[in-house]
């Protein structure tokens, strides 16, 4: 009995891992980059501007010519979207959407309102878009049913790989290198067991934070929809319908200075649903504070609304305190933790750290997995058996190499892409996506190792010469970067070279293993 359990246990957690495996590694790869998406974006963005911080009247006149450009140029948009200047950013960011949804941005100069050229301006989804891939694959909300089936199979792989490894703490101690699937094992207990703990937090609580999408029959059966749950949850009034009735808006920057009185700081944005018309709803979104999120768990830094007709106060919810009771307020920590939204720098250092060594753990699965295949010669599949293990093969490349291609490709794109370019945002993760689809064809052309090898050592090169295509593209040097004390780009730069002084290792062992092994898939 004992042994035929381990041994179901062994089926699922090797046939769960290497399905779920593919997409899993492209979550955490995604998911530790997504750590730094501020200082990413920072880095994608627009040349740095040393700007000061805007007063209160510079804030308002900002307001009122934000307000204007978007009275003559999106008139009749459904929804506007004002971002005042800050945090590295100088200049006055609109959003807005078109007649067929199409998002439109534009910036301008926040103390005369003139629109900035596109070729000052780097439009890209930056950091945000590898949070973006992590959570829900930059495929809305089925991509984010995806991303949880595979979370439950990374807690059922959790929880087997400990019944099915007998001796796995004794092992993490251990690491006998050159040793072919034994050294890979080796390091495949030792990621697993040293990130563990962080392992079935990140996805446990990954889970947590859509839980109304993976759990909505309670919603359903006890409100009419998630617009009224929340009302009832949060305790707001219903946000006011639009009533097809054109009535004119009170002016914004007054909306302002009442939002940043009753929240106790400057805004960071407005957003303005149905405006122009009776229903008009206004959001005033506080500005985080420097010490918010190094020791609070519950981040908020605060939203006051209005009706944008008449001034009417709707709703407040006040900076730094949890609305909504145990419930959300538990949520709300799960989201925080998964997010490290808290512990600063240091905290964030170690979840990439973690998240990096989790995808180790879920690499050396997926090669494990081959390894063990090649070794045993079974016709586990009948006559296609060396076909589908084939198929395998190049789908590990793809999925490991592959996607780590995508990803530094991404902040090449970015520097090459012209800045005037229609939709440049939507082109950069187009091409991120054609780069990752490329490498399964190139790993299925390819012998095995030799595709291993050429993927990883490409992304070494393209991650040791990013500083360099972004002195040619920008004129910004990395020495620049560190003399004016700007730590997010320089940073930005100085772990691509580190982790691409690691892949051409990694490339040089496997071309070399290549060179002296008998088998091409016999990897050491």
Known sequence: MKEGFRHSMAWLHTWGGLLFGWLLFAVFITGSLGVFDEAISRWMGPPAQATAALSSEQRMEAVRLATRHLEQTAAHSPFWGIRLPGEGEGSLRLAWRDGVGQLRIDHLDPLSGTPLPATAQRESDGGHHFVHMHFQLQAGTFGIWL???A????????????????????????????????SWLDGHNAAGVLTLPFQLMIAYSGLVVFYDTYMPAAIAANFHDVDHYEQALLER???????????????????????ETRL?????????????????????FGRPLAEDGQQELVVNSGVAAFKGATGEALWLEEPGLAQGGGALLTQQVMVALHFVRFGGYPLKW???VSGLVGAVLIAT????????RRKRQTPEFGAATASIHRLIEALNVAAVAGISLACIAFFWINRLLPTALEQRAEWEISLFFAVWALSLPHALLRPPLRAWWEQLGLAALLC??????????????????????????????????????????LAWQLRRRQRLAMEPLEVH
Not at 151 to 177: M, Q, W
Not at 264 to 284: H, N, Q, Y
């Open 151 to 182: 979370t439950v199979a990374l807690l059922v792989a959790l929880i087997s790989g400990v019944v099915v490894h007998k001796r796995i703490f004794k092992d993490f101690f251990t690491f006998r290198p050159a040793k072919g699937q034994r």
């Open 365 to 372: 699965g997926l090669v494990l997995f081959s390894l063990k």
């Open 350 to 352: 170690l979840y990439f």
């Open 464 to 505: 040791l010469t990013l500083p360099l295509i972004n002195a040619i593209t920008t004129g910004d040097q990395l020495l620049a970067a560190l003399a004016r004390g700007d730590g997010a780009r320089a940073g930005v730069e100085l772990v691509a070279v580190a982790i691409g002084l690691l892949l051409a290792w």
């Open 237 to 259: 009034p219903g946000r006011p319908a639009r009533q097809g009735v054109a009535a004119p808006l009170l002016p914004l920057e007054c909306l302002l200075a009442v939002g």
């Open 147 to 149: 991303v949880g089936l």
């Open 264 to 284: 106790g700081r400057e805004a960071r944005f407005l957003v303005l649903s149905a405006p122009g018309d009776a229903g008009a709803l206004v959001r005033i």
